[in-house]
């Protein structure tokens, strides 16, 4: 009942930003805890950020803490994720998820029950 579409992805050099969009339909986005995965190639899905419905709580991965942020407009039922200092090992395709089960933001992707097609992230050196 929850769809999810990512934009923003794209191709930059090390030291670049891009920011991340995730937008959603269906109803109650306000109350989704919201996360961002993400997934390179020859390895397995891993946590990248992470938000409470109501914008409380924020979770990132070490690899990225101090140069990301994520945040979040209810009123246009949209999750961002604001990458800066990109570097090569950021390479990955970027998905987005929702909690509608009610756990809140987790780390585990099995907190999340609807995800997004993903966008493409590549950093050159």
């Known amino acids: 009942q929850v769809q999810l579409v990512e934009s923003g992805g794209g191709l930059v050099q090390a030291g670049g930003s891009l920011e991340l969009s995730c937008k959603a339909s269906?109803?109650?986005?306000?109350?989704?805890?919201m996360g961002w995965f993400r997934q390179a190639p020859g390895k397995e899905r891993e946590f990248v950020s992470a938000?409470?419905?109501?914008?409380?709580?924020?979770y990132y991965a070490d690899s990225v803490k101090g140069r990301s942020t994520i945040s979040r407009d209810n009123d246009k039922n949209t999750v961002y994720l604001q990458m800066n200092d990109l570097k090569p090992d950021d390479t990955a395709v970027y998905y987005c998820a929702a909690d509608t089960y009610g756990v809140g933001a987790s780390v585990e992707s099995y907190d999340y029950e609807y995800w997004g097609q993903g966008t493409q992230v590549t950093v050159s050196s």
């Open positions: 269906g109803h109650r986005f306000y109350t989704y805890a």
């Open positions: 938000i409470s419905w109501n914008s409380d709580s924020t």
